[in-house]
């Protein structure tokens, strides 16, 4: 029986990250916000996400991390700027408010299909991102979308280090990025593997009242996620550290699912989500 959770490589940065990350978006926002990010951390996770546009989160973050050995952490941030000024700007404000003086991946978030020519073209927030890389400010470069066909196309250029992309029982379309991700080398990182941070509390809510908690429940979406050996960490979005207990204790404890009890799982997640 595993006793600390299990890490996968992620893809060409060669950092091994721990199978279930920390999603930091909304966890400022609730007072015990602080205790689940604690939680994590002393619970093995070692993987934190956040963004600029996430209200609090980075400050949060810096105020834990010098409890820490830095080392034992991989901490990732996003900019949603479009521009080379725009991201360095970014860059040096995350590290600021983080208390670091790198950040291991740094990406380019949510970008959408007509934000592509801006990132790439001179003076575009790739530059920017590889600027910083090469002032040591950051060791990766990232791309995040919801955008399928932006993400295909991501990949193809191999200008990414790792790709954040949805994936759970609820939008398992993305199963072949995944895949085409993996065997180039980028690493897979998998966001919203509950079914969305937006639907959560009803998710929840659902599942709690409803005779079909038989059939899924927050552990068995988890374990659907992490059968996909294509992802390297799924990112949880936590508020509460009883939540994060819960989730560490499916990451340890999990089996692989075959690809019977997989669409079990996709047929369960599709009747709950009409529910909602």
Not at 145 to 150: M, P, R
Not at 197 to 213: A, H, I, K, P, Y
């Amino acid at each position: 029986m595993k006793n600390q959770l299990l890490k996968r490589r992620l893809g060409r940065t060669n950092l091994q990250v721990t199978e279930l990350g920390f999603g930091a978006m909304d966890t400022p926002q609730v007072p015990e916000g602080k205790d689940a990010l604690l939680s994590a951390i002393n619970l093995g996770v070692n993987f934190i996400d956040t963004a600029r546009i996430y209200d609090g989160s980075e400050f949060l973050i810096g105020q834990i991390l010098p409890s820490f050995n830095r080392d034992d952490l991989i901490i990732a941030s996003k900019t949603i700027n479009r521009t080379r000024d725009g991201a360095q700007h970014d860059v040096d404000r995350s590290l600021s408010l983080m208390n670091l003086n790198r950040i291991d991946l740094y990406q380019l978030d949510d970008v959408a299909m007509e934000d592509w020519d801006l990132i790439l073209q001179e003076n575009g927030a790739l530059e920017g991102l590889k600027i910083a890389k090469y002032r040591g400010l950051i060791n990766h470069i990232g791309i995040s979308s919801h955008d399928l066909s932006l993400i295909d196309i991501a990949i193809e250029s191999k200008l990414f280090d790792t790709v954040m992309i949805e994936y759970s029982a609820f939008y398992s379309e993305t199963y072949n990025l995944t895949k085409k991700a993996y065997q180039n080398d980028i690493g897979v990182i998998a966001m919203r593997p509950l079914g969305g941070s937006g639907r959560m509390t009803s998710l929840r809510t659902v599942m709690e009242r409803n005779s079909l908690s038989d059939n899924i429940t927050p552990s068995n979406l988890l374990e659907f996620v992490l059968s996909n050996s294509n992802i390297a960490v799924s990112i949880v979005g936590t508020r509460y550290p009883d939540r994060v207990k819960s989730n560490v204790e499916t990451v340890l404890h999990y089996k692989h699912l075959n690809n019977s009890e997989k669409e079990k799982c996709k047929q369960a997640a599709g009747k709950l989500f009409e529910l909602l």
